[in-house]
């Protein structure tokens, strides 16, 4: 199995800036892929952005020019640099892992707010 702390979120003001950490721990293999899932009340989770263990980083035509993701592989940990935040980026921000050994794994969640 592979567990998922997530750490950053909080309260900012419409066009601030935020970082999410997310570091993995556990029976972890390469390749996989880290990354960055969001859900608002009364929506479906959708995804914001994710890594392969090799680069390659993926983004939502929605944050793409104002979230950045990286990995550092040797501490299986993935960062999540969110800038000039709107009002629509408020959400729950989970963390996410595959490989595939054991599939599929998230966090518990990270509350992201973005409101003046």
């Known amino acids: 199995q592979v567990q998922l702390v997530e750490s950053g979120g909080g309260l900012v003001q419409p066009g601030g800036s935020l970082r999410l950490s997310c570091a993995a721990s556990?029976?972890?293999?390469?390749?996989?892929?880290m990354g960055w899932f969001r859900q608002s009340p009364g929506k479906q989770r959708e995804l914001v952005a994710t890594?392969?263990?090799?680069?390659?980083?993926n983004y939502a035509d929605s944050v793409k020019g104002r979230f950045s993701i990286s990995r550092e592989n040797g501490e299986n940990t993935v960062y999540l640099q969110m800038s000039s935040l709107k009002s629509e980026d408020t959400a729950v921000y989970y963390c996410?892992?595959?490989?595939?050994?054991?599939?599929?794994?998230w966090g518990r969640g990270t509350q992201v707010t973005v409101s003046s």
């Open positions: 556990g029976s972890i293999t390469s390749p996989n892929v």
């Open positions: 996410h892992f595959w490989q595939q050994r054991t599939g599929y794994s």
């Open positions: 890594i392969y263990s090799g680069s390659y980083p």
